[in-house]
Antibody
Framework: DVQLVESGGGLVQPGGSLRLSCAAS????????MTWVRQAPGKGFEWVAN????????SCVNSLKGRCIISRDNAKNSLYLQMNSLRADDTAIYYC??????????WGQGTLVTVSS | DIVMTQSPLSLPVTPGEPASISCRCS???????????LDWYLQKPGQSPQLLIY???NRASGVPDRFSGSGSGTDFTLKINKVEAEDVGIYYC?????????FGQGTRLEIK
């Protein structure tokens, strides 16, 4: 069975940084694009970033441009999201998702990031 | 960005009755490969989203056949044949055609 386990969330002050991780198992991680999606408390979903199979193609949402680095380590079956200069509106649950062309077949349980002083 | 508009936003349903959710998109989701890049997800209370329907009309693995997706271009529909109590939650449509991927606002299905 596919498992995606996010970690690294927590309380961070405005302007701070966090590195989220997603540990993948149950599938050939290196064969799939991966995506981060977030959900602000009580709100809908916002696409955050994606990365291709070998990490050579990556993209971040405009609101995080210059503050977001998505990466992966296929040897460790892990996906990462580094976010800098965090703001209150970055507060959300961050999910990683196994990605297929056009859809996300599996999602992790999410990790909560709270940006507050 | 492609704008996704769902209706209704709230959907009270009697168990055993059918339910239908509409999703309209600001531009066509028909890809040159012939697929519509429109998916449906359900987020049950306290859980992460789960894929129901992908590429317009394909039921995901393990999804009961009372769920079906239809539509093409800019207009799509999710239908639940006979609603069960376990179907409560928020249903989202999502376009996977272009980055940024965008989602509808969500439709909250509740049992009457």
């Amino acid at each position: 069975d596919v498992q995606l386990v996010e970690s690294g969330g927590g309380l961070v002050q405005p302007g701070g940084s966090l590195r989220l991780s997603c540990a993948a198992s149950g599938f050939t991680f290196s064969s799939h694009w991966m995506t981060w999606v977030r959900q602000a408390p009580g709100k809908g979903f916002e696409w955050v970033a994606n990365i291709n199979e070998d990490g050579s193609e990556k993209s971040c949402v405009n609101s995080l441009k210059g503050r977001c680095i998505i990466s992966r380590d296929n040897a460790k079956n892990s996906l990462y999201l580094q976010m800098n200069s965090l703001r209150a509106d970055d507060t959300a649950i961050y999910y990683c998702a196994k990605t297929h062309p056009g859809y996300y077949s599996d999602w992790g349980q999410g990790t909560l990031v709270t940006v507050s002083s | 960005d492609i704008v996704m508009t769902q209706s209704p936003l709230s959907l009270p349903v009697t168990p055993g009755e059918p339910a239908s959710i509409s999703c309209r998109c600001s531009q066509s989701l028909l890809h040159s490969d012939g697929y519509n890049y429109l998916d449906w997800y359900l987020q049950k209370p306290g859980q992460s989203p789960q894929l129901l329907i992908y590429l317009g009309s394909n039921r995901a693995s393990g999804v009961p056949d009372r769920f079906s997706g239809s539509g093409s271009g800019t207009d799509f529909t999710l239908k639940i044949n006979k609603v069960e109590a376990e179907d409560v939650g928020i249903y989202y449509c999502m376009q996977g055609l272009q980055i940024p991927v965008t989602f509808g606002q969500g439709t909250r299905l509740e049992i009457k």
